[in-house]
């Protein structure tokens, strides 16, 4: 009998190893030349007052929350876009990346929303500006005060937050530069230098605090040359994000598609649902 028992438990075992590893491929295996489309919801801001077009209030944040979550998407970090990419990675059937862009304070308020409906976000951090705030942080400006070093560390901790290069100091149009794009006056050589000196600064940063140096750089305003993906890709960068709206279709193999990855901002009176549905390749 007790050996009965003991076949019986072992056989249960077997059948919850095969049903188990049955729900696991239920995910999106990528087989070369295979495809899928991802939408990626641009943020900056949680604010209560509706400023601009740039920031939503903390309570339409998380109706975007619950509505991907009724509607069976799951968020994902850019870097498992780059493994289904390039190296075989798996994606859920639904996924969604979304962004916060030049790591404001008032970001913070995105984590307990992200705990309640188990989703992630990807944080693009300006160095020079977490620098400032770290010297002088002033936790009572809410609008244009930014994450400190160490609330950054506190996000990471969550792991529900992956960081991006959103550079040191090149978040501005001033000088002749638009965002990190070279000027008509430089030679290529200056502007790698350039480039390079700028962006390796804050992946040393962010390595230093969260182990990992980011893949994925977002560029400023969205501002791009011929040049700087040629640069960020010499750097090691394996995706970069725009501001141009639409769906990305990412195919397996295929590392270009992670490139100028398209963005849809999330204006204020908007429903998410109406820029998911309007969302062309
Ligand atoms: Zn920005």
Same mark, same amino acid.
Request: with cysteine.
């Given at each position: 009998?007790?050996?009965?028992?003991?076949?019986?438990?072992?056989?249960?075992?077997?059948?919850?190893?095969?049903?188990?590893?049955?729900?696991?491929?239920?995910?999106?295996?990528?087989?070369?030349?295979?495809?899928?489309?991802?939408?990626?919801?641009?943020?900056?801001?949680?604010?209560?007052? $509706?400023?601009?077009?740039?920031?939503?209030?903390?309570?339409?944040?998380?109706?975007?929350?619950?509505?991907?979550?009724?509607?069976?998407?799951?968020?994902?970090?850019?870097?498992?876009?780059?493994?289904?990419?390039?190296?075989?990675?798996?994606?859920?059937?639904?996924?969604?990346?979304?962004?916060?862009?030049?790591?404001?304070?008032?970001?913070? $308020?995105?984590?307990?929303?992200?705990?309640?409906?188990?989703?992630?976000?990807? &944080?693009?951090?300006?160095?020079?500006?977490?620098?400032?705030?770290?010297?002088?942080?002033?936790?009572?400006?809410?609008?244009?005060?930014? &994450?400190?070093?160490?609330?950054?560390?506190?996000?990471?901790?969550?792991?529900?937050?992956?960081?991006?290069?959103?550079?040191?100091?090149?978040?501005?149009?001033?000088?002749?530069?638009?965002?990190?794009?070279?000027?008509?006056?430089?030679?290529?050589?200056?502007?790698?230098?350039?480039?390079?000196?700028?962006?390796?600064?804050?992946?040393?940063?962010?390595?230093?605090?969260?182990?990992?140096?980011?893949?994925?750089?977002?560029?400023?305003?969205?501002?791009?040359?011929?040049?700087?993906?040629?640069?960020?890709? $010499?750097?090691?960068?394996?995706?970069?994000?725009?501001?141009?709206?639409?769906?990305?279709?990412?195919?397996?193999?295929?590392?270009?598609?992670?490139?100028?990855?398209?963005?849809?901002?999330?204006?204020?009176?908007?429903?998410?649902?109406?820029?998911? $549905?309007?969302?062309?390749?």
């Amino acid at each position: 009998m007790i050996r009965l028992r003991k076949i019986i438990n072992i056989w249960c075992c077997i059948l919850s190893v095969i049903i188990s590893a049955g729900t696991s491929y239920a995910a999106a295996v990528p087989d070369p030349g295979e495809s899928v489309n991802v939408p990626v919801i641009m943020y900056h801001s949680l604010l209560d007052k $509706k400023t601009n077009r740039w920031n939503i209030s903390p309570e339409e944040f998380e109706k975007d929350l619950e509505y991907l979550s009724q509607n069976g998407y799951e968020t994902v970090f850019i870097s498992d876009l780059i493994a289904y990419v390039n190296t075989g990675g798996r994606l859920p059937e639904k996924p969604v990346v979304l962004t916060f862009d030049d790591g404001y304070y008032n970001n913070l $308020k995105a984590i307990p929303y992200l705990e309640k409906y188990n989703m992630r976000i990807m &944080l693009s951090v300006i160095g020079e500006s977490s620098d400032h705030w770290t010297k002088h942080s002033d936790e009572t400006c809410e609008r244009y005060g930014h &994450l400190t070093w160490a609330h950054i560390t506190e996000m990471i901790s969550s792991g529900r937050v992956e960081l991006a290069n959103h550079t040191q100091s090149m978040h501005k149009n001033t000088g002749g530069r638009d965002g990190c794009c070279r000027k008509k006056s430089e030679s290529a050589e200056e502007y790698e230098r350039i480039l390079s000196d700028d962006v390796e600064t804050l992946q040393e940063k962010m390595e230093k605090i969260s182990g990992i140096r980011p893949e994925c750089f977002t560029y400023p305003f969205g501002n791009m040359c011929k040049d700087s993906d040629i640069v960020l890709r $010499k750097l090691g960068f394996k995706a970069t994000l725009s501001c141009e709206s639409g769906i990305n279709v990412l195919r397996a193999g295929d590392e270009d598609c992670l490139f100028r990855m398209k963005r849809n901002n999330r204006t204020p009176g908007e429903t998410l649902e109406d820029i998911l $549905k309007n969302l062309k390749a």
